[in-house]
């Protein structure tokens, strides 16, 4: 809910595979998407429900709430760490509770995995999965979010099948 | 002290002093229940967003302050309960039910036990004279039933709020005074957080700065000469600055994880100029170095981290530093002691499970 630019097209019906960038994934039928300069967002019910926001993110290109910058020679850890401090630091991010951060494989390279929790500025209990790759041009993260009432948890295959989709070249 | 916490606290409104501000009639019960629930959200969420700092010899070295001016205030009020919270911002937030938190960043601005007893003395004054349950019910006629906003734009309340600082710098100089402390130093730090807001381009916050430091003058000013004790006191600024040191570190760790190397530096640099012979300052600075674009010291940054084991060799985090800059050089063979030792320190590392992929690396 936080990355609406205006240079994103209309909300679209998902395609059976979807390729953009240096990624390529299977999105969950009856799901829509929405395309920005450098991300990807799919929906089934409405973003401040549920969403998945798949970015490629230039190495080169700040953070919002953290003067750090992704490094091409950033560990796992590292880089986790720096997701975990930006997030830390958004002001509109309240009770973030870190669930877990542990090294993951995303389409064959190694990453990291955060699964975390925190109040929206409505109010409102959200819950994400966040994934992560830093690769030798960009920071690959992708990332499920949704309210933990009812949509995360019923989602959750949904997201599961189109992380196992995922296809990143090299 | 900000309007939402003024309007959110207002849920003591009954049973707690209501003869300090003259009250005549509790509001709506359904008014106070929702005050009540808003109050008590806000203090929950205040406590989960900051991490209380817990060192024991300056809670205790608090408490002996604030004990010593709550001595001599003649109220129904229980104690106010003094917390203290890290983040390097500096800020003090007092609860209409005593609950004051002070920031490590307040803490690390401070000078003197002087500069903090005045701090807590006006902050003490905002509880005694209940000024957010005040602000609440003057404002009451202008909320509606269901509807809680905060009444930023009313300049009503902005008076109300200069009136009730302006109560709480005079009271808490007179507070001051009668415990024994020298609230003429008050004036430095004054003058300190006008240097800060100016360096952060805050015109805004700057003007009212400056004019709370000309109040304050005015307010010293008025007071008899045998009372101006910069001159007549003796004092021991070291003793607050010992006392003090822990939060340095901590507001360093923060300025990292927020990426404010130069704060970050500056911190640790004074708490080294305290505690020479640290280990955790050392491998700050190590780590500050680490984390400098390019990391154009990589040499400097090892000796930082080396002097830390040295100083205590079971310092886990100096570890993990030297097992990750010799792995990601890709010296396999260097890396793997300092990982293996990390696992052995410190095996519930929140890393833990990302060094053990890459000890199996190492051990290829």
Known sequence: MFFLTACATPW???????????????????????????????????????????????????????????KADMLPHEAAQLIIDNMRSDPRI???????????????????????????????????????????????????????????????????????SLHISS | MNIRTCIATGWFILGIATTAVGLDSAPPLSMQDQLWRLAEQEQTIY????????????????????????RHVTSDLPPPRINIVVDPQPQAVTYADGGCYLTTGMLGVIQNVDQLAMVLAHEFVHYIRQHTVELYLLSAGTIHNTNLQPIKDNIVVDQIIQNAEHQ?????????????????????????????????????????????????????????????????????????????????????????????????????????????????????KGKILNERPGNPNPVESIAYFEKAIELDPGLSSAHKALGVFHFKAGRYAKAKPYFETLINLAPQDASIEYIKGYLRICQK
Not at chain 1, 130 to 154: E, K, S
Not at chain 2, 47 to 70: S, Y
Not at chain 2, 186 to 208: P, V, Y
Not at chain 2, 227 to 242: E, F, K, S, V
Request: hydrophobic share 35%; glycine share 4%; proline share 6%.
């Open chain 1, 12 to 70: 679209q019906t998902v395609p059976d595979r979807l390729q953009s960038g240096h990624w390529s994934v299977r999105p969950p039928g009856g799901w829509m998407h929405m395309t920005t300069q450098d991300s990807e967002m799919f929906s089934k019910d409405g973003p401040y429900l549920e969403y998945i926001y798949v970015q490629e993110k230039p190495l080169n290109q700040g953070f919002r709430f953290t003067p750090k910058k992704m």
């Open chain 1, 94 to 164: 309240h009770q973030f509770n870190l669930l877990s951060n542990e090294p993951a494989i995303v389409s064959n390279q190694t990453g990291f995995r955060l699964a975390y929790t925190y109040l929206d500025p409505n109010g409102v209990m959200i819950q994400s999965v966040y994934y992560g790759v830093v690769l030798p041009q960009f920071f690959f993260n992708l990332r499920y979010t949704a309210t933990q009432r009812h949509y995360f948890h019923q989602e959750m295959p949904a997201f599961k099948e189109f992380f196992s």
């Open chain 2, 47 to 70: 406590q989960q967003d900051h991490q209380l700092f817990n060192d024991e010899t300056l809670n205790r070295f608090m408490k002996k302050v604030g004990d010593k001016l709550w």
């Open chain 2, 168 to 284: 709480a710098d005079e009271e808490g100089l007179q507070l001051s005074i009668m415990a024994g402390y020298c609230p003429a130093k008050a004036l430095e730090l004054l003058s300190h957080f006008i240097i800060i807001a100016q360096s952060k381009g805050q015109i805004s916050k700057t003007d009212q700065l400056i004019n709370r430091k000309t109040y304050f003058e005015h307010l010293l000013n008025q007071l008899p000469q045998k009372t101006n004790c910069l001159q007549n006191r003796t004092d021991a600024p070291n003793n607050y600055a010992h006392v003090t040191a822990p939060i340095l570190l901590a507001n360093a760790r923060k300025a990292i994880q927020t990426g404010d190397l130069n704060q970050a530096d500056a911190d640790v640099s004074r708490y080294l100029v305290l505690n020479p012979m640290d280990a955790n300052a050392f491998f700050l």
